[in-house]
């Protein structure tokens, strides 16, 4: 399974952005699939996850009410909508799939077996 990552730029505070995982394999033959984000000098923090059916979705408190993830299977998609943007939000985003079920620390980068290359988010205050 290959990951891309799009849809990063450079916004202003309070604007929205939407970034896009596209997966090699169909997405309905990957698990749970979250983005997370790492910050200059911070280590990687989950943002979003959402499960293989879709009807599971979780997300990291910083981010929780201002974004939303969502899972197209027929298009091999996951996407991230981010509005209300904030500088704290400024990051590298990757997106991660699992080829399991649902893992109880879904919040953990190491229990996910295939990663995006990142794009860049850049919010200017």
């Known amino acids: 399974v290959q990951l891309q990552a799009s849809g990063g730029g450079q916004v202003q505070a309070g604007s929205s952005l939407s970034l896009t995982c596209s997966a090699s394999?169909?997405?309905?033959?990957?698990?749970?699939v979250a983005w997370f984000r790492r910050a200059p000098g911070k280590e990687r923090e989950f943002v979003a996850l959402v499960t293989f059916s879709g009807l599971t979705r979780y997300y990291g408190d910083s981010v929780k009410g201002r974004f939303t993830i969502d899972r197209d299977s027929a298009q091999n998609t996951v996407y991230l909508q981010m509005n209300s943007l904030k500088s704290e939000d400024t990051g590298v985003y990757y997106c991660?799939?699992?080829?399991?079920?649902?893992?109880?620390?879904?919040?953990?980068?190491?229990?996910?077996?295939?990663w995006g290359q990142g794009t860049q988010v850049t919010v200017s205050s």
């Open positions: 991660a799939a699992r080829e399991g079920g649902l893992s109880s620390t879904y919040y953990n980068p190491d229990v996910y077996d295939f």
């Open positions: 394999r169909r997405s309905g033959g990957i698990g749970p």
